[in-house]
């Protein structure tokens, strides 16, 4: 199926502005997307931070809890699968799951956000839900820096790698890529804009 490809960051703020009548509701529902350190568990599995900071692969797979407003944050070298278990975890599909990789000679990250498909719920819901994540994403890098700050602390450069979101749907609309620029910037606010270009990808 195939998907659009947005090679910036800016596309963010034209979808932004382009859809500003919902988007407000939906912010002043849920309010300012804030990182607070203190609701972050981490859990480090097969990964020695202390011995071996920059192992790969490494990947991220944070969770949210409705009931405790925590989340949990998993950096092992590959999905922590039974984090994702529960029939509760199928039902919400809130996970965030992300991987660092080398690209040519370069290190990127890579983002995946479940919108809909699956089950029905999830497909009435997809536009609130590409709002949600959408908001919520930089607030999900800074988890990513924080809880594996040993990691940054030793290869600093990371913070200049690109970061890739791929949104996963089953409808074209939200079923993208994008590219949100250098990790620095991408925890930034989402007002930020830059040059954009587009092509086309499949998903795989």
Known sequence: QPISLSLSRSSRSISKTKNSRYVSPVMRLFGPAIFEASKLKVLHLGVDKENHPGKLPRTYTLTHSDVTSKLTLA????????????????????????????????????????????????????????YIFYKELPVVLKAFVHGDETLFN?????????????????????????????????????STTTTTTTTTTTTT
């Open 75 to 130: 950096i092992s070298q590959t999905i922590n699968n039974s984090q994702l278990q529960g029939w509760y975890n199928k039902l919400q599909r809130d996970e965030v799951v992300a991987e660092w990789k080398k690209v040519k000679g370069k290190m990127s990250l890579h983002v995946h956000c479940h919108i809909s498909g699956g089950h029905f719920i999830l497909d009435l819901c997809a536009k609130l839900r590409y």
């Open 154 to 190: 030793t290869c600093p450069q990371l913070n200049d790698a690109l970061v890739w979101v791929y949104f996963h749907s089953n409808l074209p609309e939200f079923n993208k890529v994008e590219c949100w620029g250098p990790l620095k910037d991408a925890m930034a606010p989402t």
